[in-house]
Every structure is written in C-alpha cells, then in structure tokens.
C-alpha cells in the first residue's frame, strides 16, 4: 500500500490509521482488477476452500472505512478465509466488501450479530448472505465452434471452469450460446471481466457476456432445443418431430465416415450401430431409436432421433445412423 499513490484527497486520519495497522500486523493487502484482498487463502490454510454458503455481502459501508476496522470486525464471529474490498481508483472503497469465512455457520453468525452494525457514528452497514453467483451466459458464438475447442480457449481467460454447455442462441439466428459453471464467484468474475474485455478472439461477431439470469437458465430448461437438440436421450423422446429442431440433412455417411476416423486414430475400435424403427407418421417422418457401442468407449451410447423419408430412396436406417455419428462426434469433441 504505497502512501504515495494515495490522493491527498482520502481522509489522512483513516489512511494512516489502515498504514499504520499493515505494518504492525504484517497482514498481506493484494488490490487487484478494483478490489483488494486478504487471504483466499489465508496464511496457514490447508486442504480445500471453504463451501459454497460461506460468504457474506456487506453494504452501505462509508467510503474512508478500510480493511483496519473491517477485518477485525468480521474476524470477530469466526475464522475468515478472505477478505475483499472493492476500491475506486481514488483510494476510496465503493462502498461494499465480501467476507467469506471458513465455515456457513460462521457465515450466518455473522449475518446475525453484524447485520445494522454502526461501523461510523450514523452509519449501520448491512450484512447479508452472498449469493456468490458462478455461471456466466455467453451469446453469440459461431455455431461451427465445439465445446471441446471453446473448453481450450477458456481455460487461457481464468482458472476454475467446471462445465461448458452450448445451446442453440435464444436471440441470434446461427449462433450459439453457452452457459459457463466455474468453481466460484471469483473464478466466473475474472473470466466475466477477460471475455468482456476482448482479450480473447473466440468469435468474429460480438460477443455478449453476462451473469447468467434466472429467466435465461428457466427458459434454457424448458426450452424444446435442448443442448444437442436433435438427439434425445432414452426416456425422453417426444412425441412428434416438431417438439424438436431437425438441421439441415448433411451428406449421408460423412458422420459415418468421420467417427470411423476419429475411432481408428484414437485406438477405440470399429463403432457398432444398432437401429430400430419405432414409429412411422403419415407425413414421413420416421422415429428410430438407435445405439452405438464402440469397443473403447466405457458405455453404449442410445436415444431416439426423427428422420424424413424423401425420394432419394436413402434408408431411414442409415439416416438414423447418420444423425447418431454426428452426436458422437460432438460429444467427442470433434464437431
């Protein structure tokens, strides 16, 4: 904490007061991307972070509060974890801080005997549970891109990514959207912040990156184009063809052919397709369930998919085939 690069501005009674209380404590104060922070972890730490539920958010702080009086003060309940603060670029704070403690029930301690707590004469904070948000929604993302390839080019944007999944773009004609799960609010922050910055070239369009709302998540769940739309898993297959988005027919047997490819490369043996019609419509469309078993695979893979009878004279068998291979090889990271 230079004192020169303090504006003469910040109140110099609490700013010496914070200097003074570093330097007599040795405490380590990190500000980094508009906050600053203690621990995560903190000395002495060992085995895993603390669960989800152990933060607190805490409000309506004065802006010339500092870490001096706001660590003691929650390390007064229980054990703290970390200790984050975010800052203006004039020293001052914004007015809200995170404390996450080592436990919940510290947590919720905290929420009862801090919450209304005059930290200034006239100035009670507010002290409540975190909601630690930790999925991010990324819209506009080429419909060419794989997940395994997206999955690379996130990990360079921030550590603690736990799952990656696309789904056709709600708001966008041939695009994609994914929804990113990371390991914590911090891990999805930082890589809210590198991916909103343009660090990373992921798509030639604009990318549109935020918190992942309830609304978007609820009508993702609900959503007839599940992720992998046109093939549902046993179990759950609908009831007529127009409940699910059916793409464009690629050239019959390529998916065939490719997945032959990847398997011999990868050592994994000849895949083994069984197909059976289960339903027939007046319209032409066919329902099949189908299986995959590749030797070097751990399990099967089955489901049910829709198929167009046409005049080509193409069977229906080998379309399902076809429309089966192509969900492998996504699911293999190889389209």
Request: glycine share 8%; with cysteine; hydrophobic share 40%.
């Amino acid at each position: 904490l230079p004192l020169q690069t303090w504006p003469d501005s910040i109140n110099q009674v609490n700013k010496m007061a914070l200097l003074t209380w570093v330097k007599e404590t040795g405490i380590d104060l990190v500000q980094i991307n508009g906050q600053r922070r203690y621990g995560g972890p903190p000395p002495g730490w060992v085995g895993d972070p603390p669960p989800t539920g152990s933060e607190v958010f805490i409000g309506k702080l004065p802006q010339d509060v500092y870490e001096n009086t706001l660590i003691p003060l929650f390390q007064s309940v229980g054990k703290l974890y970390e200790f984050r603060l975010m800052m203006t670029f004039s020293g001052l704070n914004r007015g809200f801080a995170y404390a996450k403690y080592s436990n919940r029930h510290s947590a919720k301690m905290a929420v009862t005997a801090l919450n209304n707590f005059e930290v200034q004469k006239g100035c009670s904070i507010l002290v409540c549970k975190s909601t630690e948000k930790c999925e991010l929604s990324m819209d506009g993302l080429a419909t060419s891109l794989s997940r395994k390839h997206l999955e690379v080019l996130l990990q360079e944007a921030a550590e603690g990514i736990l799952s990656i999944t696309l789904y056709p773009s709600p708001y966008q004609k041939q695009a994609q959207l994914a929804v990113l799960k990371y390991n914590s609010h911090r891990a999805a922050a930082m890589a809210k912040k590198s991916l909103m910055e343009g660090n990373m070239r992921i798509s030639e369009e604009d990318l549109r990156v935020e918190w992942l709302k309830p609304d978007l998540k609820q009508k993702l769940r609900c959503s007839e184009e599940k992720p992998l739309a046109t093939w549902v898993p046993c179990g759950k297959c609908p009831r007529s063809p127009k409940q699910v988005h059916v793409p464009p027919s690629p050239v019959l047997g390529k998916a065939l052919d490719l997945l032959d490819t990847l398997c011999w490369r990868r050592h994994l043996g000849t895949p083994l397709f069984f197909t059976k019609c289960v339903q027939a419509n007046p319209d032409g469309w066919l329902r099949f369930w189908c299986q995959v078993v590749i030797p070097g695979y751990p399990l099967p893979l089955s489901g049910f998919t829709w198929v167009r009878q046409d005049v080509s004279g193409a069977s229906g068998h080998d379309k399902a085939k076809d429309m089966l291979a192509m969900q492998v090889l996504r699911i293999l990271g190889e389209s």
